[in-house]
């Protein structure tokens, strides 16, 4: 039986060990030759930390530098100097070495002079400490002069640096945390290493194809059927205009290791700090799907941000699905099944009041056996007991007033539901003659849907086909099924509803 390196981000022990190790040694070498100070962004939980120790096993050093998120000031610095502790064990400090950034300095100076070459820089998730505090206007400044301190002696030594590699998951300026730092090369978006992180579909059918034939004999499936079920699940991700479709790879190994399929980046823990921001910055989740971008919208530095896309893209929750060289435009999208059904669950409860488990297990269950069932009157009744349902919770209320006011409570409700069950829905879809309110995209039938808030069936039935929603399906093979809905704002609930099939 293969042994999956779950948890474990150390190189030499993968290797020592037996673990399965995907090998990426060939672009870790053209990296280090792409510019001595490179940074990489990557979601979490996508082999950064592997990347960092493999490198240092490559350099021949011990291990990065790491420091992870403290509530002040004090504890940032403690914690920093605790990770150069083992270096001044081999280096010494001088007693003028007062702050960490003076002992980092001091470290490079000192492994230079006494080895007579040059130093190797590796640092792992350097935003760690930043992310918690993004908002708070009292630390952040604080927090961010701590680190530019700790950086700045990168560019005083460069002559004594062979080679510098920084990951993070945002994107912080240069002007801050970098501030001399003006010469290091962000990888990022380079398509050349777009695959230095996370596992290909080519690697899958390859170095993993007896682990997909494993976990499809314990799904009684054929190995092909496991494929495809594990591309829905964990793949689509893309980090470059020119990419392959990147897995997920902690939750590809945690698929293997327990023979299960389930969404396993989510149970690691859904970051506090991006449901902070989305609320901060009132995201439209209905409109994560399908966003036709320039770079510039989503990979700038983070605290910069006008909205909370580049941290959605750079933590992962939506990814570059196509790119558009002549117009330099980007379409940016959920990746994959386990994205969309976990960030769902993490959401539901903020608009709906309803833990997305009881809505996956209780409604979401029976609405999509009627749909498969081609019964879309059981699907509606189902839905309008549903929305009837909904609790108040502290805070709900208002909210409700809010979003009701503008036409999108029920968007949001709807886009949450059908996102629970992995289906594709679109809100406000342009056609030539207005906005359908919803489409929805179900293997065997296409559902445009229409809301009248305070309106009949009819009336939403009517302005389906006045507008002509539907008729830009009609050469589509799948049913196209047209659905009316009246929609009570005081008694938050469906009125009525008409269904017609056929465009």
Same mark, same amino acid.
């Given at each position: 039986?293969?042994?999956?390196?779950?948890?474990? @981000?150390?190189?030499?022990?993968?290797?020592?060990?037996?673990?399965?190790?995907?090998?990426?040694?060939? /672009?870790?070498?053209?990296?280090?030759?792409?510019?001595?100070?490179?940074?990489?962004?990557?979601?979490?939980?996508?082999?950064?930390?592997?990347?960092?120790?493999?490198?240092?096993?490559?350099?021949?050093?011990?291990?990065?530098?790491?420091?992870?998120?403290?509530?002040?000031?004090?504890?940032? =610095?403690?914690?920093?100097?605790?990770?150069? *502790?083992?270096?001044?064990?081999?280096?010494?400090?001088?007693?003028?070495?007062?702050?960490?950034?003076?002992?980092?300095?001091?470290?490079?100076?000192? +492994?230079?002079?006494?080895?007579?070459?040059?130093?190797?820089?590796?640092?792992?998730?350097?935003?760690?400490?930043?992310? #918690?505090?993004?908002?708070?206007?009292? @630390? /952040?400044?604080?927090?961010?002069?701590?680190?530019?301190?700790?950086?700045?002696?990168?560019?005083?030594?460069?002559?004594?640096?062979?080679?510098?590699?920084?990951?993070?998951?945002?994107?912080?300026?240069?002007?801050?945390?970098?501030?001399?730092?003006?010469?290091?090369?962000?990888?990022?978006?380079?398509?050349?290493? +777009?695959?230095?992180?996370?596992?290909?579909?080519?690697?899958?059918?390859?170095?993993?194809?007896?682990?997909?034939?494993?976990?499809?004999?314990?799904?009684?499936? %054929?190995?092909? *059927?496991?494929? @495809?079920?594990?591309?829905?699940?964990?793949?689509?991700? =893309?980090?470059?205009?020119?990419?392959?479709?990147?897995?997920?790879?902690?939750?590809?190994?945690?698929?293997?290791?327990?023979?299960? /399929? =389930?969404?396993?980046?989510? *149970? %690691?823990?859904?970051?506090?700090?991006?449901?902070?921001?989305?609320?901060?910055?009132?995201?439209?989740?209905?409109?994560?799907?399908?966003?036709?971008?320039?770079?510039?919208?989503? #990979?700038?530095?983070?605290?910069?941000?006008?909205?909370?896309?580049? /941290?959605?893209?750079?933590?992962?929750?939506?990814?570059?699905?196509?790119?558009?060289?002549?117009?330099?435009?980007?379409?940016?999208?959920?990746?994959?099944?386990?994205?969309?059904?976990?960030?769902?669950?993490?959401?539901?409860?903020?608009?709906?009041?309803?833990? !997305?488990? &009881?809505?996956?297990?209780?409604? +979401?269950?029976?609405?999509?056996?009627?749909?498969?069932?081609?019964?879309?009157?059981?699907?509606?009744? &189902?839905?309008?007991?549903?929305?009837?349902?909904?609790?108040?919770?502290? !805070?709900?209320?208002?909210?409700?007033?809010?979003?009701?006011? +503008?036409?999108?409570?029920?968007?949001?409700?709807?886009?949450?539901?059908?996102?629970?069950?992995?289906?594709?829905?679109?809100? @406000?879809?342009?056609?030539?003659?207005?906005?359908?309110?919803?489409?929805?995209?179900?293997?065997?039938?296409?559902?445009?849907?229409?809301?009248?808030?305070?309106?009949?069936?009819? #009336?939403?039935?009517?302005?389906?086909?006045?507008?002509?929603?539907?008729?830009?399906?009609?050469?589509?093979?799948?049913?196209?099924?047209?659905?009316?809905?009246?929609?009570?704002?005081?008694? =938050?609930?469906?009125?009525?509803?008409?269904?017609?099939?056929?465009?």
């Amino acid at each position: 039986m293969r042994r999956y390196p779950v948890g474990i @981000q150390t190189f030499s022990r993968i290797i020592s060990e037996g673990y399965v190790y995907i090998d990426k040694t060939d /672009l870790m070498w053209k990296m280090t030759r792409v510019s001595p100070f490179v940074f990489l962004s990557r979601p979490r939980r996508f082999g950064k930390s592997l990347l960092t120790t493999t490198l240092c096993s490559f350099f021949e050093g011990r291990r990065d530098l790491l420091a992870k998120g403290q509530e002040n000031l004090e504890e940032l =610095r403690g914690a920093l100097t605790i990770q150069l *502790e083992p270096y001044i064990a081999l280096y010494g400090r001088l007693p003028s070495e007062t702050t960490p950034g003076k002992v980092f300095a001091g470290l490079i100076r000192r +492994a230079y002079e006494q080895t007579g070459r040059q130093v190797v820089v590796v640092i792992d998730e350097y935003d760690a400490p930043l992310l #918690d505090v993004l908002h708070e206007e009292e @630390q /952040l400044p604080s927090f961010r002069r701590v680190m530019q301190e700790f950086y700045q002696c990168l560019k005083a030594h460069e002559a004594m640096i062979r080679f510098c590699f920084i990951t993070g998951i945002t994107k912080f300026s240069q002007l801050s945390i970098f501030s001399t730092l003006n010469n290091i090369t962000n990888i990022t978006l380079n398509s050349q290493f +777009a695959a230095i992180c996370g596992i290909t579909g080519e690697e899958i059918d390859t170095q993993m194809q007896p682990d997909v034939t494993r976990l499809a004999e314990e799904y009684e499936v %054929s190995p092909q *059927e496991m494929r @495809q079920m594990l591309r829905d699940t964990y793949d689509g991700y =893309r980090f470059a205009g020119k990419s392959p479709d990147i897995y997920n790879p902690f939750s590809l190994m945690k698929a293997f290791n327990e023979l299960e /399929l =389930r969404n396993f980046w989510f *149970e %690691s823990g859904t970051p506090s700090y991006l449901l902070r921001q989305m609320q901060h910055f009132r995201t439209d989740i209905t409109k994560l799907d399908d966003l036709q971008v320039p770079a510039s919208a989503f #990979d700038q530095p983070t605290e910069n941000m006008m909205d909370a896309l580049p /941290l959605l893209y750079q933590s992962g929750y939506v990814t570059i699905k196509s790119y558009d060289r002549l117009m330099q435009e980007y379409t940016l999208g959920i990746p994959n099944k386990e994205v969309r059904v976990g960030f769902t669950e993490g959401l539901l409860p903020t608009v709906t009041g309803l833990r !997305g488990s &009881e809505v996956q297990m209780g409604f +979401a269950a029976r609405f999509w056996k009627a749909l498969r069932a081609n019964d879309t009157d059981l699907a509606l009744r &189902e839905l309008q007991a549903y929305l009837e349902e909904l609790p108040y919770v502290e !805070g709900f209320k208002k909210k409700l007033e809010e979003v009701s006011a +503008a036409e999108g409570f029920y968007e949001w409700s709807f886009y949450l539901i059908f996102s629970m069950l992995n289906v594709y829905v679109q809100t @406000q879809v342009k056609c030539a003659r207005g906005r359908a309110d919803m489409v929805v995209f179900m293997p065997d039938a296409i559902y445009v849907m229409e809301l009248k808030l305070n309106g009949s069936a009819q #009336d939403a039935l009517d302005q389906i086909e006045d507008k002509g929603y539907a008729k830009r399906y009609a050469t589509d093979p799948r049913r196209v099924v047209k659905v009316g809905i009246g929609f009570s704002v005081e008694k =938050r609930a469906m009125t009525d509803y008409i269904i017609v099939e056929g465009d």
